[in-house]
């Protein structure tokens, strides 16, 4: 609200106290904050992090505080108000909670990686096993979501395999603080597009003249902060290892600030390839999720007394 003018500055009285502001900072109309949302809206967390919110909490935007984040106020009051990437956040309350997933519950990286290169025709050069990584909940809890000032949504129930980085400009890309942005690429696991992608990068539309899964947004490539966005582009074709199990495939990737465009909360598109750096592969087994929610059902109805049985 107005409260007094000066020239061109404008006194408001905001939630945090008056603030001289110049006029061609103020609009009428709310702005959209990171993600497409705007301020007073009720959101609802997709996971839970640490002690600071949980699956499913009914939250209220209260504005935004960092480029890539939401500042939120939570159900405890206004001491429960926290920094939060909009890739964890929903207008709609999360139908299920967040499977757990353990170490037991992953498979061998050592494995995976001679699997894939089997399938590729990639070589050992090609990845760098010291940088494996298995996205269990027990890690994925304590993760933070923020890389270079953006959020994502960590990508619980994958292993990442490590890709050999060292062609690249040693420019801080891959800086968790300062570095570029990161988001994820789902592909399906046909040879030739995950060897193309490791030795070559992106390409416009695949290097096609028409991309395989369309161009809603205009051409260029598309990536995504959301891993469940990426999944829906790598189900139709899995990577099948020696047991016969399917794996989806996905991207990880580190994307230039400034250089894409965010057409919505689960859409970037990146014009310019070399925007857009690959450094590690994800698989994750077919129906994980679907397969964990199942078993704890089972465990939940072993502890219902027989009394309470049909």
Known sequence: ?????????????????????TRSNISRSPPRLPGGFFTDDIVFARDSFLKRWKWGERGKVLGSKTPGTLWVRFSCGKHDTHDVPPAALSCKRPRSPTPDISDSDMPSPRVLEQDLRKKTGLLVRHFSPDHHF?????RVKYMRRIRGGEGFMPPLGYTKLALNVQHYPDDGWLDKKNGWHL???????????????????????????QAANGTLFGAGIYCTP???????????????????????????CRVRPGSYENKTTRHWLVSNPSDIRPYGILLKEKG??????IENLKALESLVPDHFED
């Open 1 to 21: 609200r107005s409260i007094a003018r000066d020239g061109d500055a404008r006194v408001i009285k905001f939630r945090s106290g008056l603030r001289t502001v």
């Open 134 to 138: 298995q996205y269990t909940s027990d």
């Open 183 to 209: 988001a994820y690429h789902g592909t399906r696991c046909r040879p030739c597009i995950i060897k193309s992608i490791v030795l070559e990068g992106f390409r416009v539309n695949g290097g096609k003249t």
């Open 226 to 252: 959301t891993p469940e966005k990426a999944e829906q582009y790598a189900r139709n074709q899995p990577l099948v290892d020696r047991a016969g199990d399917s794996y989806l495939v996905l991207f990880v």
């Open 288 to 293: 994980l999720e679907l397969y964990k929610k």
